[in-house]
């Protein structure tokens, strides 16, 4: 009689870890060239807020001695965090938008048909917006640079300005992939782009809070945005401290682990329907 050998539990639940993981990088990797092979859907998130950075340098750039305007070297200085955020939000909804797509062409059944672990459908898709958040970060600092968005953190800053500016991606990306799972509509994600928009010109991304008076004040207290900002800004205008990477890095982690949460529940929401 032969005997049979239980394999132990614990190495059946390394071993689902491991292929869930090479799942989400192989999904990773498709998400990352499916942005890159349509440059259509990406550079405009570049190209849009860089413009909107030289416009309003041009014809913001003297607001600088307004009494309350932080102390800056140029309005670029200041607005750099601006073009970032601005940047990562856009960008962001495209792949939100791409994930509704699987969803309506059939993929992502397919993928459930498969035997693939059901979060590394999720967690793929944003591990290519992540990706694109940083690189997006990375040429918004080194294009501003030179034309006075000087970073007084240095290169540690910039670093941890990228970082940051991955997990803003990471949090928008997963509120977006929320509501592709909820809707699976690719227009109904882009249809958020008009609120994106509105949410981030009522908050400080273009002037400080100090400068500000009345309701317009309190909307960008309480718009998540502002803080998104002002933690990136800390490392441009205030130099590298605790304080200001914590600020940089933190906000935008607690966002994105509240969005992860909600797109999680919309995704086994939408497994539970099918």
Request: charged share 10%; aromatic share 10%.
């Amino acid at each position: 009689m032969t005997d049979v050998v239980a394999t132990p539990p614990t190495l059946i639940a390394e071993h689902s870890i491991a292929a869930a993981f090479r799942q989400t990088i192989a999904l990773a990797k498709r998400s990352t060239l499916e942005l890159f092979r349509q440059p259509a859907l990406v550079v405009p998130s570049i190209i849009f807020p860089l413009f909107f950075a030289f416009l309003g340098n041009s014809s913001f750039g003297r607001t600088t001695s307004l009494p309350g305007f932080p102390k800056v070297n140029s309005y670029l200085q200041f607005q750099l965090a601006g073009t970032i955020t601005q940047g990562v939000l856009f960008g962001s909804v495209t792949g939100a938008a791409a994930l509704a797509t699987d969803i309506e062409n059939g993929f992502f059944y397919r993928l459930l048909a498969a035997p693939t672990a059901r979060t590394s459908i999720l967690f793929g898709r944003l591990a290519g917006s992540t990706l694109f958040g940083a690189l997006e970060t990375a040429v918004f600092v080194l294009v501003l640079l030179p034309f006075g968005a000087d970073v007084s953190a240095g290169l540690p800053g910039i670093i941890a300005m990228i970082l940051s500016g991955a997990l803003i991606a990471l949090a928008v990306g997963a509120l977006m992939s929320s509501v592709a799972l909820k809707t699976g509509s690719a227009e109904a994600v882009q249809g958020t782009f008009p609120l994106l928009f509105i949410l981030l010109f009522f908050s400080s991304a273009f002037f400080p809070r100090e400068t500000m008076s009345g309701a317009y004040k309190t909307i960008a207290g309480i718009n998540p945005i502002s803080h998104l900002v002002e933690g990136l800004r800390a490392l441009s205008l205030e130099g590298f401290s605790i304080s200001a990477t914590a600020r940089a890095i933190l906000v935008p982690l607690a966002i994105a682990v509240a969005a992860l949460l909600v797109a999680n529940r919309q995704l086994q929401m939408r497994l539970r329907a099918n």
